[in-house]
């Protein structure tokens, strides 16, 4: 919906390259125009965000997209970049809700319900009211965020419980101390992770750049491909679900999103150490 909203006739956009989901979203951008590509990750094979100062986005562009956090690869924009009159536009799906954020500071925010928000079936979108000026009018009407917008979010039937249980974990968050709450909590649970590595003398390797390393899917590596097998199997066992790295990069992955208690990467970090001992290299 992005490029079919924003992205003009014969306009260009500016796209940062930093993962799996970056990817999708630069190739659906692509469909429809000049896709201006300022920082591509591929070749270090995803394991650093860019630094954001370093980045220079093409006067004119219709938008900078970029993705917050790559689920996929473990790595997450810490800083984000100034974008002068370039809005910038970030699938924030899997770290939304896990900081305080600069919001002022992008055209729009989009964000996939099923990490920090509640079950699939509705998406988020923070959308600066200018922008709905360029939704062009030949668009079919649910593609066009300037209908969903002047109709208040109702123009389809609502998914009422799917709305109704993010508003429950919207409450739980405020209870919680909200997003510098979450924040701090993100902060604990994922510096156990990395610390347990360290630790670990080589034995468990994370394989992303260390500035970039996402606080909500923490990546590592054991010696072997068949330790990495055993860890996830044993690690089952003992009721920790979901630890296999997605299929296109292999490897370990524990996503700490805000529900996941801190007593949980505490059960994972001593499993951890627990199986390096009982496995050495
Ligand atoms: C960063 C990011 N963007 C987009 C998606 C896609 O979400 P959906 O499957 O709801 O389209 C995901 C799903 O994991 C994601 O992590």
Known sequence: ???????????????????SWAKKAYSDSKKRGKVNVIFDGAEEKFMRIPDASSLTVTAGAAYLHITSNETIEGIEWHDFP???????IADMSSDIMSRPLPVEKFGMIYAGAQKNLGPAGVALVILREDLLERCPDTLTAYLNYK?????????????????????????????QGGLSAMAELSEKKSSMLYDTMVQSNGYYSCPVDEASRSKMNV?????SED??????????????????????????????????PVEGTEKLAAFMRKFAEANPQ
């Not at 919906?1 to 993962?19: R, Y």
């Not at 709305?163 to 968050?173: D, N, Q, S």
């Not at 990546?219 to 010696?223: E, G, H, N, S």
């Open 1 to 19: 919906m992005i490029p079919l909203n924003f992205l003009g006739e014969g306009q260009s956009c500016d796209f940062t390259v930093t993962g």
């Open 219 to 223: 990546v590592f590596r054991l010696p």
């Open 82 to 88: 100034e974008t002068g009159d370039v809005p910038m």
């Open 147 to 175: 209908i969903h917008a002047d109709k208040n979010s109702l123009y389809n039937t609502p998914p009422v419980f799917s709305i109704y249980a993010l508003k429950l974990v919207m409450e739980w968050v405020k209870e």
């Open 227 to 260: 330790l990495e097998k055993k860890f996830i199997d044993e690690a089952k066992n003992e009721g920790m679900i979901g630890l296999k790295g997605h299929r296109s990069v292999g490897g370990c992955r524990a996503s700490i999103y805000n529900a996941m």
